[in-house]
């Protein structure tokens, strides 16, 4: 199944998703980009870099990170979001797809959660491992994914799988195929939270291709596809969710979607 992508759309390799089953050409894709990643409202980081720094470095510099899209002005970007699920996650486990800094999931676990940060960069968990050992958080785990068989390691009762933003750079059916094999670490009763854009940001940017949008709203990023409550629940099928919040926030640049398994 294509998902109806256009051929001009298609994700930029040959033979196609079909041939990578485990997704791995696409892993390597997107890790080409994502061991920059968003640090501010408006920064990008090098996670190599910060690898560089002392350990006071390091923690001074992620603080002002949180601080940048967390607190003040930026409480509409993240902070609301993070006070909502600071007791919801307390003495929960959480798998956060496609960590980067951790600006979320740090937060939770120093709230009481129990983390897997899993990311396609390993320079992105060795800051967040750092940034754990520093803040004394030890319920937490991290998992490389070099491909989908990375989680099979992974245990299979989390009571959420949290993707900040991480869900939509890749196309659907690349996106589909991930989620699929994610599932089988959320049962029923989990949750299924996600940030993404929505088709409003979309049309406001110029209904350009995905390739496109992907460099002019994450700096280089390979595809950019909004998303909205029917094309995710069309990557967890057969797999049903109800829904506890889906709403566009922040001037419809974002979205955002709380969906509890059913079945």
């Known amino acids: 199944m294509r998902w109806g992508l256009k051929k001009e759309a298609a994700w930029p390799f040959e033979p196609g998703v079909g041939a990578d089953e485990h997704l791995r050409e696409s892993l390597r894709i997107l890790r080409t980009k994502w061991g920059e990643v968003p640090a501010g409202e408006v920064t990008r980081v090098v996670s190599e870099d910060l690898l560089k720094l002392s350990d006071d470095e390091l923690l001074r510099a ?66 967040i491992q750092r940034l754990c050992k520093i803040k004394g958080l030890t319920r937490v785990w991290f998992c490389f994914l070099e491909d989908l068989r990375a989680l099979e390691q992974l245990p299979s009762d989390y009571d959420a799988i949290y993707g900040c933003g991480s869900l939509i750079h890749a196309p659907l059916e690349v996106i589909r195929i991930e989620a699929q094999e994610l599932l089988r670490h959320l049962p029923v009763g989990g949750r299924w939270i996600e940030l993404g854009y929505p088709r409003e940001r979309w ?46 926030f922040h001037k419809d640049d974002f979205n955002w979607f709380d969906l509890i398994r059913r079945a």
């Open 62 to 127: 992620w603080t002002e990170f949180y601080n940048d899209t967390s607190a003040g002005k930026a409480y509409s970007v993240r902070g609301w979001y993070q006070i909502l699920y600071k007791d919801i996650f307390h003495g929960k486990k959480v798998m956060d797809i496609g960590a980067g800094l951790g600006i979320d999931t740090i937060f939770y676990a120093e709230h009481g959660a129990e983390v897997t940060f899993v990311d396609v960069a390993q320079s992105n968990l060795k800051v």
């Open 203 to 248: 049309v406001r940017d110029g209904r350009m291709s995905f390739r496109e949008w992907g460099r002019k709203t994450d700096g280089g990023a390979p595809w950019v596809e909004w998303h909205d409550l029917a094309k995710i629940k069309a990557a967890l099928a057969p797999a049903i969710f109800d829904v506890v919040l889906a709403l566009n």
